[in-house]
């Protein structure tokens, strides 16, 4: 079946640095995207969404950026701060009349240092 | 506020002794579902179901079974649990077809299972 996938495992940034976590996709017919964060012991927080007719999203300090040419799909924190330690995942949603299809990508660690 | 409420958040138990991991959203959705998270294997779906009556299996759902008698509930019962079903659980609930904007999918805080 169709998968996401994660470029990088692990990604350490320092405090204050902007961080970008990429995901790539390859369902060319997803219809709608997230980002999750998971801390220690928690469930999935939803960050941020984006719908497949769009290319950009902004949140507070956090981006989502769509290239549906290349199928990829990416993060970007503002001014990380330590709070923001966590697992990334992105998710690909393809809805149909029958509900919808769910891939979760496996996660990129996200390591913010003082 | 929105909140997809599991119970327990932790249990250990012994192999065979049934279990059931209960599940509870308050957003009137439609759709509901479970996950296994292990490690290096991300997010699988064990068991999903798009309204009361309608359940179907996802990618994992050997050892499991589920109900969705009311809208809002849908247990995750283990008949006969093995080590293997060790792992962490969680929750999730969506309208049938998330398109963002608010609509989109929630998930519980997990709970973890041991079985020894």
């Known amino acids: 079946g169709e998968s996401v996938g994660l470029h990088l495992p692990t990604l350490s940034v320092q405090e204050g640095d902007n961080s970008i976590i990429n995901c790539a996709y390859s369902?060319?017919?997803?219809?709608?995207f997230i980002w999750y964060k998971q801390e220690s012991g928690k469930g999935p927080q939803f960050i941020i969404d984006i719908r497949s007719n769009m290319d950009k999203r902004q949140g507070q300090r956090v981006t989502v950026l769509l290239n549906k040419t290349v199928k990829h799909l990416s993060l970007q924190i503002a001014a990380t701060q330590p709070g923001d330690s966590a697992v990334y995942f992105c998710?690909?949603?393809?809805?149909?009349?029958?509900?919808?299809?769910?891939?979760f990508g496996k996660g990129t660690s996200l390591l913010v240092t003082p | 506020e929105a909140q997809v409420t599991q119970n327990p958040r932790y249990l250990i138990t012994v192999t065979g002794k049934k279990l059931t991991v209960t599940c509870s959203q308050n957003m009137n959705h439609e759709y509901m579902s479970w996950y296994r998270q292990d490690p290096g294997l991300g997010l699988r779906q064990i068991y999903y179901s798009m309204n009361v009556e309608v359940t179907d299996k996802g990618d994992v759902p050997e050892g499991y079974k589920v109900s969705r008698k009311e809208k809002r509930n849908f247990p995750l019962i283990l008949e006969s649990p093995s080590p293997n079903q060790t792992s962490l659980y969680f929750c999730?609930?969506?309208?049938?077809?998330?398109?963002?904007?608010?609509?989109?999918?929630?998930f519980g805080e997990g709970s973890w299972l041991t079985v020894v």
């Open positions: 998710a690909e949603i393809l809805n149909s009349n029958s509900g919808y299809a769910l891939n």
């Open positions: 999730a609930s969506s309208s049938n077809t998330p398109t963002g904007g608010g609509n989109t999918i929630y």
């Open positions: 369902n060319s017919a997803s219809d709608y």
